[in-house]
C-alpha cells in the first residue's frame, strides 16, 4: 500500500509565501511523475506543476515566475515552494504521483488527501 500525505498549507496574506510537502511512503521500488494539483471550490481540479523523476519541471501558465516544484528521491517527497501568493491561488492542494509498488508490478497513480492554501487579500 502506497500513501502520500501533504503537509505545508495555510492561511497567509497576499504577496506571502508557503511551502508545501508530499512524501510518499509504504510499497515503493520506484516513482516516476509527481505532481501537484490543486482545487478551488465550485471549480474542477487542475494541474499546478508537474516533475520527472530526472528532474524536469513544467508549470500551469498561472503560476509560472510564482512556484517552484522539486523533489528529493532519497525521501520520496515533493515540494512547491510558492511565492508571491494571491487569493486566486486560494485552494485545496493534492498531490500526486506515479509508484510503482514492486519490481513485479507496473506503475499506478495515487493522491494525497490534499492540504488548504488559504490567500488572504
Known amino acids: 500500500q502506497v500513501q502520500l500525505v501533504e503537509s505545508g498549507g495555510g492561511l497567509v496574506q497576499a504577496g506571502g509565501s508557503l511551502r508545501l510537502s508530499c512524501v510518499a511512503s509504504?510499497?515503493?521500488?520506484?516513482?516516476?511523475?509527481m505532481r501537484w494539483y490543486r482545487q478551488a471550490p465550485g471549480k474542477q481540479r487542475e494541474l499546478v506543476a508537474h516533475i520527472t523523476s530526472g528532474g524536469s519541471a513544467n508549470y500551469a501558465d498561472s503560476v509560472k515566475g510564482r512556484f517552484t516544484i522539486s523533489r528529493d528521491n532519497a525521501k520520496n517527497t515533493v515540494y512547491l515552494q510558492m511565492n508571491s501568493l494571491k487569493p486566486e491561488d486560494t485552494a485545496v492542494h493534492y498531490c500526486?504521483?506515479?509508484?510503482?509498488?514492486?519490481?513485479?508490478?507496473?506503475?499506478?497513480?495515487?493522491w494525497g488527501r490534499g492540504t488548504q492554501v488559504t490567500v488572504s487579500s
Open positions: 509504504g510499497s515503493i521500488f520506484s516513482i516516476n511523475t
Open positions: 500526486y504521483a506515479d509508484v510503482r509498488p514492486s519490481i513485479k508490478l507496473a506503475y499506478m497513480g495515487y
